[in-house]
């Protein structure tokens, strides 16, 4: 195993929690979302609604591709990520990783995936002697990111992990240590910064295009259907955390930060949580925070599951304005500038971030590219992300360090 030796550490993060995931499969589609005894577990869940799978595999396009396993065979994997890869230079699915055997089988058949690359949760500490697997893809709930970015290392392979990269910036903090023991590379699936709309707002920024800084505004949010945490597991706390910010929330919460081109120096934040209403009975329905930041501009950040869909940047200047609207969606991406250079911007096809991720970790992975979204810019985020929480709890602004760690 990459020549540091097969420790105990290395073994009992290469097991994780097989022995709850087994169980949890054998009880079938309906079982609970997490082990009731123990914390989060993976656990097989049923074929996403609409999930469609490819007429014909994608083809492998270089001798140097990169071989992923995607672990967690969700929405988002099989109805975004997994048919991007068909666009991706130097990337291509070698492996899935799943706790339901009818959806390996179904998705392995489409993806032309050979049936001893198809792990289970179980299965998956094999995956340390599996040449083709260079980077794991790690597409579970937020609250599973931790455990399985930690046991892909022990693994040996490079990991790739949905947003928010964790529920707490001590997760981050595990996960960047365990990428360090592997010497390994960690990247983080912010997409925005893959996406040609967003990289000409930063190019803008930086060439002060809206004059200096003021104002920044971001809303991200949508109305839940009635569900529950047994049911759904963004919002079960164990999975989730406290629901809409680290969701939706992140995207502008990033924008904010690539926008504004500095860290706030003070935070106040609330949330919002109906009584009675089981989509909230462990997460946040609303969280709204003001950021003041060194410059003088100053934030704010909204973001709910529980309003009409929106998903907007607005940055104001002293000469200007910058107006996206959407603007982090898959798609339909739209951003003008006010004042005076006023015009519509297009940008470039938005759907180039999916697979522009994935070539970025094959570059970082092959040729020592440095990576955009490391490790290091998820565990700022949470911190900010807790810096929200503590000053909401606390009902008091929260005064910040460079790092994003609360000043005590
Ligand atoms: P999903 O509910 O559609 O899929 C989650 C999958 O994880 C399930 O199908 C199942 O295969 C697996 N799983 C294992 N253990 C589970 C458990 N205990 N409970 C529920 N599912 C379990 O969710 P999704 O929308 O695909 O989200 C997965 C990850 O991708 C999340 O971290 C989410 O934040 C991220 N995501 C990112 C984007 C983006 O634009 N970058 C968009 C959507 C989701």
């Not at 704010?300 to 599951?305: D, G, I, K, N, R």
């Not at 606390?394 to 760690?405: C, I």
Request: aromatic share 6%; charged share 20%; glycine share 10%.
């Amino acid at each position: 195993m990459d020549g540091h030796g097969v420790t105990r550490r290395r073994l009992l993060e290469l097991g994780g929690g097989v022995t709850a995931a087994s169980l949890a499969l054998a009880a079938g589609p309906a079982a609970a979302l997490v082990q009731s005894r123990g914390g989060a577990r993976a656990i097989g869940q049923r074929m996403p609604q609409g999930a469609e799978l490819p007429a014909t595999p994608p083809r492998r396009k270089r001798a140097d591709s990169v071989g992923f396993a995607i672990v967690g065979l969700g929405g988002y994997a099989l109805n975004q990520m997994m048919p991007r890869f068909a666009e991706a230079g130097r990337a291509h699915i070698a492996a899935i990783v799943s706790g339901n055997a009818d959806k390996l089988a179904r998705v392995g058949d489409a993806y032309g995936i050979p049936q001893n690359a198809r792990y289970s949760y179980e299965t998956f500490g094999n995956i340390a002697s599996d040449r083709r697997v260079d980077a794991v893809y790690i597409v579970l709930p937020s609250g599973l990111h931790a455990d399985w970015t930690v046991r892909a290392f022990a693994a040996g392979k490079h990991v790739f992990c949905e947003k928010p990269m964790a529920l707490s910036s001590a997760e981050c903090e595990r996960m960047i240590a365990a990428s360090r023991r592997a010497n390994r590379k960690l990247m983080i699936a912010y997409r925005s910064h893959f996406e040609p709309h967003n990289l000409q707002a930063m190019e803008l920024m930086a060439q002060s295009a809206v004059g200096r800084t003021r104002l920044l505004r971001t809303e991200q949010s949508y109305r839940m259907s009635p569900t529950s945490p047994r049911e759904n597991w963004r919002v079960n706390r164990a999975l989730a955390g406290g629901g809409p910010l680290e969701d939706l929330g992140i995207y502008g919460l990033q924008a904010a930060l690539y926008l504004a081109r500095e860290m706030p120096e003070s935070i106040s934040a609330s949330t919002f949580r109906p009584a009675g209403d089981p989509r909230f009975s462990e997460i946040f329905a609303s969280v709204a925070s003001q950021w003041r930041f060194p410059s003088g501009a100053v934030a704010q950040l909204a973001t709910s599951y529980d309003s009409a869909g929106t998903n907007f940047v607005h940055v104001r200047g002293t000469d200007g304005a910058l107006i996206m609207d959407p603007a982090t969606n898959y798609s339909g991406q739209r951003m003008r500038l006010e004042g005076r250079d006023r015009r519509e911007i297009e940008a470039g096809d938005p759907l180039v971030q999916f697979a522009g991720q994935l070539d970025h970790l094959a570059d970082a992975i092959r040729d020592g590219a440095r990576i955009r979204t490391p490790g290091e810019m998820g565990l700022r985020d949470l911190r900010l992300i807790e810096a929200i929480y503590a000053s909401a709890a606390s009902g008091r602004t929260v005064g910040l360090k460079p790092d994003g760690t609360v000043r005590s």
